[in-house]
Every structure is written in structure tokens, then in C-alpha cells.
């Protein structure tokens, strides 16, 4: 039992509707007041009759009557206008500054029973997902209302690094998206190290050379770090030697190569092809913030991602090892992952910064003509009956999980309230 599930319990009048005090009058509740999580009483502006007096003011909540004193309230003139006090066991008479008795209600014996069962029933689910066997009794408009909120709040906080980027580039959002994008490249494993790259690497520099593909590639490679050595192939030659030129002129510095992660990666992830690969979208020259926001459906934004590594890499994953041919082109469950994880984010977040609406709805627009993602936590959404149909119900069951289910806070969401009230 906790003040939370309690709280639950007065705030959606879960109880008996005969409710008396440990004194035994009456008691209706005609406003259980207004919640909040600041200091002071749980509740406030309730209006309560109590035997034949009508009061108006503060709620407490409590597991424990004696909680009162435990939490010291009686030396805080905040909780003087508690006109109840609401507990599940009444283990202690509470007594304010002018000696007047509190009415306490004891729930240990007036709450409804059924939703303690269910309540008991959630926290001791041992299911990733606690009410997954009890979905099936949540109403479809129910579910959907929240799946679009679970969605959003999921763009929320993906928002949070996006503000952040901002920050550190000055309000520049072409740097911020450049970045970001970089990050999405290094697919998990290398996301760090890739945003590194981008940092020590401005956006400026490689758009002044992205006429020459070759001259991209050396900046990004050296800058990697992984030029340093020498080379048999022509290929990294030719790059080694450009980006001793550039970085001569530009007075550039290379990251460490230990920084690059390769075990237990796909050969196809492999830090090298995605460089490759990023150069190659940014000598596109056409994927950026702007070009995007004029964008007016998805099909051209596929488009804009359909590249592919420099023709070394179809028989590399490394330089100076050759390996059986197989293209690199960046697919399409890589590029439907940047699309989700970076490009919808900074649409949404560039239309709520702005109040740019149009920009919202692009994004809300791109995540539902994308397939979902694949994971195993999907997997399990999908034992319970729940099939994520695109990437816009893929990320509300994604955030929902991570926010909700994992930490079972059931009480804070629409389903859990649900399934409590059944």
C-alpha cells in the first residue's frame, strides 16, 4: 500500500458510498478537491460534509494515521486547514495548533475491494507489460486517445536533446539538425563518437567542398581518425593524402580512433560504411533543416536518404581488407530509423517552437506512412494483441512502455485507470 494508490482511491471516489469517520459519522464527499504534487496537503478545495456541517478546504493522505507526525506536519501551519484526513489504517488520533481533533477516514475497510484486487494484481504482475492480459477490456477510444498522447510526450522527450544541440550551436538549427543527423548515423553503438565528429567537423566546411565527394570523404575519415596509418589500397591513399592537404589549410585536429566500437556489430554498421555513407548525403547537399520543412510528403523524403557508400565499401568494411561484394546502400530499415528518431523529433519540435502547426502535422504525417520498428518490446505489445500498424503507434508503445510500464505507474496512465475501475 502507498499514498499514491490512495490518492487514486479518493480521487475517483473508490470507496463505499456509506464512508464514516473512525468516530463513526457520516461523511459525503461533494468535491474530493483539486490534487497536486507541490508541499502542503494532497488536496486542495475539497468540500466535504461531515455529520450535518459542511466543510471546505485541505485533504491529507496517508498510509498510516501516525505518518502525520512521522512527516512532521504538525509543526507546519499548512496542514492548520486540513478539514480530513484520509488514511488506510488509523493507527494515531491527529491533533492540530488549537487542539482540534481531525476527522479521520480509514480506508482499510471502505475502499472498494475489487479495485485493491487489481491494483494488487498490477504491482505484482511480473509481465514487461502489468496490465497485458487485462488490455483487452480497455475501450478502443480509450486506448487510442492515449496512444496519441503517449506519442507525443515520447516527441517530448526526444525534444529535450534537440533544445540542447540548440543551445550549444547559439540557436543555429541547420548545425543542430547536422549534428543530430550525425548522431543517428552511428546507429547506437557509435552515436556518441559520431556526434563527436560532427562537432570537431562544421557543417560549413564539408558544404564548401560538397562538390567533390572525394574531398568530403577525406574530411570526415580524417577526422575520424582512422587516416592514421599507412595505406596499400588507392582509395584511402587518396583520402589520407587530401585530408593532410585540409587539414593543413584548416588548422583541423583528428578524435582519437579508439573511440570507434566495432565488436559484435554487423559488418554492414560498421563505423566506416556509415561515414561513408554520411558523406555522401552530405555532398547531396539537400538534406537540411529547411529542405526538408518544404517537403510535402514522405515518398520525397525516402528519396533525399537513398544513398549509398563510394563503390570501395561494396567489398570493405575496413581499409585495406577486402571482403565478398554486397552493396552498401544505406537501407531501408536504416533510413526508416533516422526518419523516426531524428527527422520527425526535429519537425515537431521545430513546429512547437515556432507555432508552425504545419510542421506538427509533417511530423505526425511522416511516423504514420513509415512501418514500425522491430524490437522485442514491440514483440511483447504483440503477445497481448496490441500490433504497432506503423511508426506512429510503434513510438506511443515504445514511450509508453519505457515510461510507464517498466516503472509501473499504472495510476498515471489511462489504461492502468481503466482496468482499476472495471
Excluded at 504482475?125 to 477510444?141: A, D, H, K, M, T
Excluded at 560549413?204 to 570523404?217: M, S, T, W
Excluded at 559488418?267 to 529542405?291: C, E, G, W, Y
Excluded at 537501407?331 to 507555432?355: D, H
Aim: some cysteine; hydrophobic content about 40%.
Amino acid at each position: 500500500m502507498n499514498e499514491d494508490f490512495l490518492s487514486f482511491i479518493w480521487k475517483y471516489r473508490l470507496y463505499n458510498s456509506d464512508l464514516k469517520t473512525t468516530a463513526g459519522v457520516p461523511v459525503t464527499v461533494i468535491k474530493p478537491g483539486e490534487q497536486h504534487s507541490n508541499s502542503g496537503p494532497d488536496f486542495f478545495n475539497a468540500r466535504i460534509r461531515i455529520g450535518e456541517t459542511l466543510w471546505a478546504g485541505n485533504v491529507e493522505i496517508h498510509v498510516l494515521a501516525s505518518d502525520w507526525y512521522r512527516h512532521r506536519h504538525q509543526t507546519d501551519k499548512a496542514y492548520n486547514n486540513v478539514i480530513l484526513h484520509v488514511v488506510y489504517e488509523a493507527d494515531s488520533e491527529i491533533i492540530i495548533g488549537d487542539m482540534t481533533t481531525v476527522p479521520t477516514i480509514a480506508l482499510i475497510d471502505q475502499a472498494n475491494m475489487s479495485v485493491l484486487k487489481n491494483y494488487r494484481s498490477l504491482r505484482t504482475s511480473r509481465l514487461n507489460i502489468p496490465c497485458g492480459s487485462q488490455l483487452q477490456s480497455v475501450p478502443e477510444l480509450i486506448f487510442n486517445s492515449w496512444s496519441d498522447r503517449m506519442l507525443v510526450e515520447r516527441l517530448e522527450h526526444k525534444s529535450i536533446q534537440i533544445e540542447l544541440a540548440l543551445q550549444v550551436n547559439r540557436g543555429d538549427w541547420e548545425d543542430a539538425f547536422y549534428q543530430l543527423l550525425a548522431r543517428n548515423f552511428g546507429f547506437h553503438v557509435n552515436a556518441g563518437p559520431f556526434e563527436m565528429l560532427a562537432r570537431c567537423l562544421p557543417r560549413n566546411l564539408l558544404l564548401r567542398h560538397a562538390d567533390q565527394l572525394h574531398q568530403v570523404e577525406a574530411l570526415v575519415f580524417g577526422q575520424s581518425g582512422l587516416m592514421d596509418g599507412i595505406f596499400k589500397d588507392e582509395y584511402p591513399a587518396l583520402l589520407q593524402k587530401e585530408y593532410h592537404f585540409l587539414s593543413r589549410k584548416y588548422g583541423l585536429m583528428p578524435l582519437d580512433k579508439h573511440i570507434w566500437k566495432l565488436l559484435r556489430m554487423r559488418p554492414a554498421n560498421f563505423p566506416t560504411i556509415r561515414m561513408s555513407q554520411f558523406a555522401k548525403l552530405i555532398s547531396a547537399n539537400d538534406v537540411s533543416m529547411q529542405n526538408l520543412l518544404l517537403v510535402p510528403s514522405t515518398t520525397p523524403i525516402l528519396e533525399k536518404f537513398n544513398v549509398s557508400a563510394s563503390p570501395y565499401w561494396n567489398n570493405h568494411y575496413l581499409f585495406d581488407k577486402p571482403t565478398r561484394y554486397k552493396p552498401a546502400n544505406l537501407g531501408e530499415a536504416s533510413v526508416n530509423n533516422i526518419l523516426i528518431n531524428t527527422i520527425a523529433p526535429f519537425l515537431f519540435y521545430y513546429g512547437r517552437n515556432k507555432g508552425t502547426e504545419s510542421a506538427c502535422e509533417q511530423a505526425f504525417s511522416l511516423l504514420r506512412n513509415l512501418p514500425s520498428e522491430k524490437n522485442h518490446i514491440l514483440d511483447e505489445w504483440m503477445k497481448h494483441g496490441v500490433h504497432a500498424d506503423s511508426a506512429y503507434s510503434g513510438q506511443a508503445l515504445l514511450g509508453l512502455h519505457k515510461d510507464y510500464c517498466s516503472q509501473k505507474k499504472c495510476l498515471n496512465c489511462s489504461l492502468g485507470i481503466t482496468i482499476l475501475n472495471k
